[in-house]
């Protein structure tokens, strides 16, 4: 009986062990929580002290990163020198700077909308770590910093762009940039396929309605398949009256390339019919009465009435000899292209980029802008051509064509032109 009292007793002691262990546990877990809780209490109470907030606010106010970054757009006027002394280095440096990028063949001349970025080492007493610049769209050059403070190594890089070649073709309807517009073709395009055309078309007086065009021209996409920019004019065609204007991109020397007609000549004449483009024809050359002076006198060259700003080319290669004010002409340029010819573009709102005397241009470069400076009773351009020191009119003017393919040179081109024929059949299958 007593042994079995005995084993009882041990039964309940267990029992009672575990009940009393639950209970201790229970009460350290309850008091534990407690203490938590007060303790996030205490803690987002302190936080929410107006001092503390003020000291923390000023402290973090007082650091900065350690490295940052500045970028800039250059604009017209700006200088390499100019967009340096923007940043806050010292002069010294900003020396360095100016130095390597001259030093950069690529780098010579500086374009309006280039892209910069520089970045800063805040501890460093030489900030300036790495730098780089876009030349276009797709390339840029990066500028490191050596462990030599004074010297920077190179990279040219070339951005993961995909070209893709584009077909396009309408009917003129209203105007030939209009109607190019509205297919969605890039106005730098449109100008480009103007400035070709513009050797042979005027394109106020030579375009009707119902001509058309075709065209095949580079696109270049990002990786997500937007256009970034666009390149060269690979096939042109202007259908005026029946009559096919066809132009296709060759290179006929290394690094040489111009635009041929499908019987190998060259589309580049000496110069271009009309310096300007989406002008009209407002006054031509001959007898007129003076719409200021008020008699009648001879009126030496061709009028363009066009809106203030819009771009006046350079209607052939050549040398400036003489930017400036031209009395009556107002703000004029003159341009020496040759022994024989000469051309004035007068009444300008502004000149140019870099338009000066003694200055060389290309043709098709933007020599300045519309205006109704000097007498003038509105926005044009006045535009004289100078043949042998006596000025014509440059519209009666026939002019000599460019380079004529021959020999080898004419068999290379008919290979080329076939696979452009080929890739355009192409292009068009692919539409239709």
């Known amino acids: 009986m007593k042994i079995f009292k005995l084993e009882l007793y041990k039964e309940y002691s267990i029992f009672f062990w575990i009940i009393l262990v639950g209970i201790t546990g229970i009460l350290i877990s309850t008091i534990y929580s407690t203490n938590k809780t007060d303790q996030n209490k205490k803690i987002k109470s302190s936080l929410n002290n107006i001092y503390l907030k003020k000291s923390i606010q000023e402290i973090t106010r007082n650091l900065k990163p350690r490295y940052t970054s500045k970028f800039y757009v250059s604009k017209s006027g700006d200088t390499y020198e100019n967009i340096l002394k923007k940043l806050d280095i010292t002069n010294k440096e900003k020396k360095i700077l100016l130095q390597t990028i001259l030093n950069e063949k690529s780098l010579k001349v500086l374009r309006i909308?280039?892209?910069?970025?520089?970045?800063?080492?805040?501890?460093?007493?030489s900030k300036v770590v790495e730098f780089k610049i876009e030349t276009d769209k797709k390339n840029e050059i990066v500028f490191s910093k050596k462990s030599v403070e004074n010297e920077?190594?190179?990279?040219?890089?070339?951005?993961?762009?995909?070209k893709k070649l584009v077909y396009k073709e309408t009917i003129i309807t209203d105007s030939l940039y209009k109607s190019a517009i509205n297919l969605g073709i890039k106005p730098n395009v449109i100008v480009e396929f103007a400035r070709l055309y513009g050797f042979q078309v005027d394109f106020q007086r030579d375009i009707w309605k119902n001509d058309s065009f075709q065209i095949i021209y580079e696109?270049?996409?990002?990786?997500?398949?937007l256009v970034i920019d666009t390149g060269e004019?690979?096939?042109?065609?202007l259908n005026l009256q029946d009559t096919d204007l066809q132009l296709y991109k060759y290179e006929y020397e290394k690094n040489k390339i111009d635009y041929f007609d499908e019987n190998g000549k060259s589309i580049k004449k000496t110069l271009m019919k009309t310096p300007i483009n989406g002008a009209r024809l407002s006054s031509s050359y001959g007898k007129r009465k003076h719409p200021i002076l008020g008699y009648t006198k001879m009126h030496t060259g061709t009028d363009f009435a066009a809106?203030?700003?819009?771009?006046?080319?350079?209607?052939?290669?050549?040398?400036?000899?003489?930017?400036?004010?031209c009395g009556g002409g107002g703000n004029c340029v003159k341009i020496k292209h040759n022994s024989t010819y000469q051309t004035v573009y007068a009444h300008m709102s502004k000149f140019g980029r870099g338009i000066k005397k003694g200055?060389?241009?290309?043709?098709?470069?933007?020599?300045?802008?519309?205006?109704?400076t000097g007498m003038s009773t509105g926005p044009h351009l006045h535009y004289e051509v100078i043949e042998n020191g006596k000025k014509i009119n440059s519209q009666k003017l026939k002019l000599p064509s460019g380079k004529i393919l021959k020999g080898k040179d004419r068999k290379k081109f008919e290979v080329n032109k076939i696979k452009i024929d080929v890739l355009k059949s192409n292009l068009i299958s692919k539409i239709n």
């Open 219 to 225: 696109e270049f996409l990002n990786e997500k398949n």
């Open 359 to 372: 200055a060389r241009v290309k043709q098709g470069q933007i020599i300045g802008y519309v205006g109704s």
């Open 307 to 325: 809106p203030t700003g819009t771009p006046i080319m350079a209607s052939g290669d050549g040398k400036v000899t003489k930017a400036g004010w």
């Open 152 to 162: 920077f190594t190179s990279k040219k890089i070339k951005k993961n762009y995909s």
């Open 113 to 125: 909308n280039q892209k910069f970025t520089f970045k800063f080492d805040n501890l460093s007493t």
């Open 233 to 237: 004019i690979i096939f042109a065609n």
